[in-house]
Antibody, heavy 123, light 108 residues
Framework: EVQVVESGGGLVQPGRSLRLSCTTS????????MTWVRQAPGKGLEWVGF??????????EYAASVQGRFTISRDYSRNIVFLHMNSLKTEDTAVYYC??????????????WGRGTLVTVSA | EIVLTQSPGALSLSPGERATLSCRAS???????LAWFQQKPGQAPTLLMY???SRATDISDRFSGSGSGRDFTLTISGLEPEDFAVYYC?????????FGQGTKVELK
């Protein structure tokens, strides 16, 4: 059974950093890209960024709103994807979802999603 | 950045009725790289359709997708109680992988 579980959310002050983890199981981690999507309270879905597989050098793409502040990395030994978030702003407050991503199109299709982890940025 | 515009914003229907949801892209999508997701309150999104017309694993054949280029449609034939939810389209033809603003299918 495919499982995707996010962790690491919480309350953080503006300007600080936070690292989210996405622990996966039930599939061959190295065969799939991985994506982060967020959803602010009461709002729609916002694509944050994704990482391709090793065959494509784990290359990444990011939304303009997080470019230069957020970084995605993956640990193949533990089947985990990380979202490193720096210089956090109040507008980064959201539930952050991690999703397994089929490698089709330019940024792929998210076929299995975790339940999300809430990040609240507030003084 | 490709902008996706969904219409209508909300749809009030009764069980058994057909729902027709639209998604228009600001530019043509290569290979019709468009997906549809369903999201229920407090839950993660679920993939329904990809490549505009391909149904995802274990998705009921009540759901069907059509369209090409810039205009796409999700049709739900014969609404079941569990289908009342918010639906999002997303393009993955280019970065960033933008989502539409969503269409809420609500009980009339």
């Amino acid at each position: 059974e495919v499982q995707v579980v996010e962790s690491g959310g919480g309350l953080v002050q503006p300007g600080r950093s936070l690292r989210l983890s996405c622990t996966t199981s039930g599939f061959t981690f190295g065969d799939y890209a991985m994506t982060w999507v967020r959803q602010a309270p009461g709002k729609g879905l916002e694509w944050v960024g994704f990482t391709r597989i090793k065959a494509y050098d784990d290359s990444t793409e990011y939304a303009a709103s997080v470019q230069g502040r957020f970084t995605i990395s993956r640990d193949y030994s533990r089947n985990i994807v990380f979202l490193h978030m720096n210089s956090l702003k109040t507008e980064d407050t959201a539930v952050y979802y991690c999703a397994r991503t089929m490698s089709t199109g330019w940024v792929g299709v998210c076929d299995y999603w975790g339940r999300g982890t809430l990040v609240t940025v507030s003084a | 950045e490709i902008v996706l515009t969904q219409s209508p914003g909300a749809l009030s229907l009764s069980p058994g009725e057909r729902a027709t949801l639209s998604c228009r892209a600001s530019q043509s999508l290569t290979n019709n790289n468009l997906a549809w997701f369903q999201q229920k309150p407090g839950q993660a999104p679920t993939l329904l359709m990809y490549d505009a017309t391909s149904r995802a694993t274990d998705i009921s054949d009540r759901f069907s997708g059509s369209g090409s280029g810039r205009d796409f449609t999700l049709t739900i034939s014969g609404l079941e109680p569990e289908d009342f939810a918010v639906y999002y389209c997303q393009q993955y033809a280019s970065s960033p992988g933008t989502f539409g603003q969503g269409t809420k299918v609500e009980l009339k």
